[in-house]
Structures are given as C-alpha cells and as structure tokens.
C-alpha cells in the first residue's frame, strides 16, 4: 500500500484543518488505517484509527471530541478533521495502514510521508 498523507499546514489556535490520506496499490477497503504525530523530540504517538471490518474508530485522549476519523472506501482516502487545534498539536503527522494493528505504531506495515501542522497561539 502507498499512502500519500496531505492538507497540513500553519492554522491559529481554535482553528481546523482537515488532512487527508489517500490510498493505492492494494486493497483499500480491508485494512485498518491509523493516524499518528510526532513532535521534535518526542516519539511517534496514536491519534486515531478506524478499522476496516466495522469502520469502529479509536481516538487518543488527548484529541477525543476535537478530532474525527473517517474513511471513504470509493476514494481510497482516510481523512482527519481536527477541529479546536491547539498550540500542543503541532507535530508532523503520518497515517499508515495495517490489516490488523490498531493503536500501536510499530505494528503498522504500511506509512505516509508525513505532513507537518502548525498551530500557533
């Protein structure tokens, strides 16, 4: 799977951005798909994921009732609308795909290449 992460950007603090990936190269439709970030100096961390067999979606606390997941199995594309952005979630974020991982980055076959949000305050 090629996955092509993009919409980052430089957004004020209380504003939105809507990042989508788009996928390629295999079925879409049959694997989980996860966003993660990473901060300068931090590690790659979960932010949400939806899986493939019921479309259930995950969401890291930090982001819950701010961000949405979404997947649109016709466009091979997932999508992250981050609403109410806070200077705290600048950080490059990538999404990746996997038929079975959930939450943990490292089990995730496939990644994008990143796109950097920037949330001023």
């Known amino acids: 799977v090629q996955l092509q992460a993009s919409g980052g950007g430089l957004v004020q603090a209380g504003g939105s951005l809507s990042l989508p990936c788009a996928a390629s190269g295999r079925t879409f439709s049959i694997y989980n798909m996860g966003w993660f970030r990473q901060a300068p100096g931090k590690e790659r961390e979960f932010v949400a994921a939806v899986t493939w067999s019921d479309s259930k979606t995950y969401y890291a606390d930090s982001v819950k009732g701010r961000f949405t997941i979404s997947r649109d199995n016709a466009k091979n594309t997932v999508y992250l609308q981050m609403n109410s952005l806070k200077p705290e979630d600048t950080a490059v974020y990538y999404c990746?795909?996997?038929?079975?991982?959930?939450?943990?980055?490292?089990?995730?076959?496939?990644w994008g290449q990143g796109t950097q949000v920037t949330v001023s305050s």
């Open positions: 990746a795909a996997d038929r079975q991982a959930v939450v943990t980055p490292d089990q995730y076959d496939y």
